[in-house]
């Protein structure tokens, strides 16, 4: 009997822990602050929210909503296959975004990536080859917002028949004020540290000029000017 009691509460303690397993569910997104008009983040690994794409996304109505100002999304581009996302920015942000198309060793790695507008149809800046992550992977940096609103992301895939399977698409915004070049700091022994914002402002005086930055920390875009 005391065995038999035993093993009854044994078992009872497996399928309570069993049961927390099974209602534990991963945050993926940031919520909304109903105090304000801004986004908080939830408390995720490493700072960044781990989102899904969720088709079909392929249309300004059905675009994916990204609610955090750092996420990772990871996604998939069938043949003839166009993924869009909107994302909430306000007056002074400035956007920075990229894919990850390296792991997608089975198929295309080339993305294409575009950012519109609050219309949803006028481009502000498109990109192809220029990512970090993969030779073909697509990367937008520091975009400026001036006007606040929802903005629109688009991928696709360099050919209409390709497939990409899969990439991540990394996002992150900086709200903090933007800092001045410091030259000089075209040698590894002058580069520049980045401030906490990640937002440095600068120009290249010739085709031969070149601007190092250096950071203490590791975070998904190399920033180059």
Not at 15 to 33: C, E, I, M, W, Y
Request: hydrophobic share 40%; net charge negative.
């Amino acid at each position: 009997m005391r065995f038999r009691i035993g093993f009854i509460g044994l078992m009872l303690v497996v399928l309570g822990l069993t049961g927390s397993l099974r209602a534990f569910k991963p945050v993926q997104a940031a919520l909304s602050n109903p105090n304000t008009s801004r986004i908080v983040q939830t408390h995720v690994p490493q700072g960044a929210a781990r989102i899904n794409e969720q088709e079909s996304n392929n249309t300004l109505a059905t675009a994916n909503p990204i609610m955090a100002s750092r996420a990772i999304i990871r996604g998939i581009i069938w043949s003839g296959d166009v993924d869009m996302y909107r994302i909430e920015l306000a007056a002074g942000d400035r956007l920075n975004v990229a894919t990850m198309t390296s792991a997608a060793t089975h198929s295309s790695t080339d993305t294409v990536l575009s950012l519109y507008a609050l219309d949803g149809t006028s481009l502000i800046e498109l990109d192809d080859d220029d990512g970090t992550f993969g030779s073909l992977s697509s990367v937008i940096s520091s975009v400026p917002v001036t006007i606040t609103g929802t903005y629109y992301i688009r991928i696709n895939a360099f050919l209409a028949t390709a497939q990409v399977r899969y990439y991540d698409l990394y996002v992150r915004i900086f709200s903090e004020a933007t800092t001045a070049e410091q030259e000089p700091n075209d040698v590894v022994g002058t580069a520049q540290v980045l401030p906490a914002s990640g937002a440095v402002e600068g120009s290249l005086s010739a085709t031969t000029d070149v601007d190092l930055f250096k950071c203490w920390r590791y975070d998904f875009y190399e920033y180059r000017l």
